[in-house]
C-alpha cells in the first residue's frame, strides 16, 4: 500500500513536469515565433526603403551667383555644383546623392526620388539682399521670403526642384506645390519678396528690368534667365525704378498650395554689413518620425 502511494505521487509530480515543461514549451514557441515576425516586419520596411535617408539641405554655393547674388544661369545648375555646395560632408549617409537614380538632372531640374513612404518637412528659402548703392555704403535689408510644411509622401515617386534665386518645388506630375518670393538683387525694403502671390509695390515700380527673373513657367520650358535682377516667383519681380539716382529692383511673390496648409514669412540676411550683399537660397527636406 505504501509503495503505492509512493508511486501515485511520484507519477503525479511526473505528470505535473510534463504540464509545465509543455507550457514552457508553447511559451517559447510563440515568443519566438512573435520574434520572427518582428523581424519579417523590419526586413519588409528595410526592402521598401530605397535608401537611407533623415535630412538634406540643397543649395548652391555663393560662388554660383557672382560677386552681387544676381547670377542664375541654368547651363550651370549641374549635379556637381549641388553636390559640391550641399550638406554630404558625411559621405556613408549620403551614397545616395551619388547615384543618378535618386538624384539627377536635367537643364537645371533636378529629380529626386522619395526614399520611403512618410511625413516629410519642407522649408524652402528665396534669395535675400544687403546690396545697396546708398551713399553712406550701408544697404537696408531686403527680405526674402521662407515657405515652410509638412506633407505625405509616397516611396518611389519623384518630386522635382529648380534653384535659382528661389526655390520652385514641383510634384510627381510637375504641378507647382510652392515657390518663396526671391527680394530683387539691390535695392531698398520696397524690395523684398511678397508673401502673397500678389505684387506688394506695384504703384512704385514702374521701368521694365533688363533683365528678367524665372517664374514657373519658365522653369517647366527650359527658359534660361542667366541673370535674376528683380526677383523670381509665382509672379516675378519684372520693374525697377530709380531713388536717389540709384536702381532698385522689384521682389517676386510667393505661392503655396493650399493643402499643404504652409507658414510663410518674411527673412532678412543674418548681417547688416554691406559687403555680404545676399544670402543664397536653399531647399532643407527632413523625414519625420511618426
Known sequence: MTDLIIFNQKSMKQASLSCQELKQNYLTKIKNEHEYELKSMDQSDSDDRLYNFEQVKFNFDRYFYGENGNETDRTKMTLERILAASNHENHENFEWMNDTQFLNVSNGQFEWKIPE??????????????????????????????????????????????????????????????????????????????????????????????????????????????????????????????????AHYEGGTSFARGDLNAKISNVKTSTTRHDTKFKQPYLDIEKLEI
Open 117 to 246: 513612404d512618410g511625413i516629410y518637412k519642407f522649408e524652402l528659402e528665396s534669395r535675400s539682399s544687403n546690396w545697396s548703392h546708398l551713399p553712406d555704403g550701408v544697404g537696408g535689408q531686403v527680405s526674402g521670403i521662407k515657405i515652410k510644411f509638412r506633407k505625405k509622401l509616397e516611396g518611389g515617386q519623384s518630386m522635382f526642384f529648380f534653384i535659382s534665386d528661389s526655390i520652385f518645388l514641383f510634384d510627381h506630375d510637375k504641378e507647382l506645390l510652392a515657390v518663396p518670393g526671391s527680394s530683387g538683387f539691390q535695392g531698398g525694403e520696397s524690395s523684398s519678396g511678397s508673401i502673397t502671390t500678389g505684387r506688394i509695390n506695384s504703384d512704385l515700380f514702374k521701368k521694365p528690368t533688363v533683365y528678367t527673373a524665372y517664374e514657373p513657367t519658365d522653369v517647366l520650358n527650359g527658359t534660361n534667365r542667366s541673370y535674376c535682377n528683380g526677383g523670381s516667383g509665382f509672379t516675378r519681380g519684372n520693374s525697377r525704378v530709380w531713388i536717389r539716382g540709384f
